[in-house]
């Protein structure tokens, strides 16, 4: 499975964006995706993760403020991120699990203050 990261950009704090990653097969029967991002100079953390019946988990650090979706007809997995801030400034990587694990190319977004 392939999959393309689009969405990022650079946004004021307290801003949104919209994070997609499409993928170029059938997510239909795949049961985790998620986010993941890293900054520089730490190791990549988890942000968000989906299931295959649109369970949810967040990190502490975006819980109430992003949302994570998917839409298996379009093959694709969504981040919408509101009220963002300068620590949620990183590179956003998506990723599945089917089971053997595939990551996107990732999508810098940069939070200014």
């Known amino acids: 499975v392939q999959l393309q990261a689009s969405g990022g950009g650079l946004v004021q704090s307290g801003g949104s964006l919209r994070l997609s990653c499409a993928a170029s097969?059938?997510?239909?029967?795949?049961?985790?995706m998620g986010w993941h991002r890293q900054v520089p100079g730490k190791s990549r953390e988890v942000v968000a993760l989906i299931t295959g019946g649109s369970a949810t988990v967040y990190s502490d650090s975006v819980k109430g403020r992003f949302t994570i979706s998917r839409d298996n007809a379009k093959n694709s997995l969504y981040l919408q991120m509101n009220n963002l801030n300068p620590d949620d400034t990183g590179v956003y990587y998506c990723?599945?699990?089917?089971?053997?694990?595939?990551w996107g190319q990732g999508t810098l977004v940069t939070v200014s203050s």
């Open positions: 990723y599945v699990l089917s089971p053997t694990l595939y």
């Open positions: 097969a059938s997510i239909s029967s795949i049961n985790v």
